[in-house]
């Protein structure tokens, strides 16, 4: 079976820009999150997306959003990008939304904003 | 509020020693625990994780964590490392049993000498 897939893998920006990542989730999973990771810093929750109800989100500016489709793949959109906003985007998806499931990771898209 | 603290940024071993990466956690209410491995240019996998059953748990390619309520600690050690262990180790937190809010650690680089 196929793993988290995120699109693109990589891509570059200018400040001012928006851009927005694709999540497909594992199948049957119904949960999705977003993380971001800074180069040298773990990852930072920024949202979690259940049966396309948002049930989460971390200390992130109103330039993030997300949204979760019917078919449980997911988008995140970053508006006005900063220089700051470059990272390394996960996504994970896990069947419930309980804090006690496993969660899968993707493996990211990273983004570099000039 | 939660928060996680990894003690050491790099780690260096020789080939079949122990390894010991250091979590100690901060939480307001018993925690769920997790610790991840990322090789390069991939996303994050499960090692382990604890849930409020055994102390020690028991995960993947051999290794162990065992939870220290008193110390607010969750190591993570392998009796005897191997080439293939090189990477990037983060220990995470979750309070909550319903959402997937991962809190992460900056993580820790394990490098292993022959």
């Known amino acids: 079976d196929a793993g988290v897939t995120q699109s693109p893998t990589h891509l570059i920006k200018t400040r001012g820009q928006q851009v927005t990542l694709r999540c497909s989730p594992i199948?049957?999973?119904?949960?999705v999150s977003w993380y971001q990771q800074v180069l040298g810093q773990g990852p930072q929750f920024i949202f979690q997306?259940?049966?396309?109800?948002?049930?989460g989100r971390g200390n992130f500016p109103d330039r993030f959003s997300a949204r979760q489709f019917p078919n449980y793949s997911s988008e995140l959109n970053v508006n006005a990008l900063l220089l700051g906003d470059s990272a390394l985007y996960l996504c994970a998806s896990s069947f419930s939304r309980s804090g006690t499931g496993e969660l899968f990771f993707g493996e990211g898209s990273r983004l570099t904003v000039l | 509020a939660q928060s996680v603290t990894q003690l050491g940024s790099h780690v260096s071993v020789s080939e079949g020693a122990l390894v010991l990466l250091r979590c100690n956690y901060s939480?307001?209410?018993?925690?769920?625990l997790f610790w991840y491995v990322q090789y390069p240019n991939q996303g994050l996998q499960l090692l382990l994780k604890y849930t409020s059953a055994a102390t020690l748990v028991k995960g993947i390619n051999g290794f162990e964590a065992e939870f220290k309520k008193s110390e607010t600690s969750f190591h993570l050690t392998k009796p005897s490392a191997h080439m293939s262990d090189a990477a990037e180790y983060f220990c995470?937190?979750?309070?909550?049993?319903?959402?997937?809010?991962?809190?992460f650690g900056a993580g820790t680089i394990l490098r292993v000498k022959s």
């Open positions: 997306y259940y049966e396309k109800e948002e049930r």
């Open positions: 939480s307001s209410v018993p925690p769920y």
């Open positions: 995470a937190v979750s309070e909550t049993l319903y959402g997937n809010k991962l809190v």
């Open positions: 199948s049957g999973h119904k949960s």
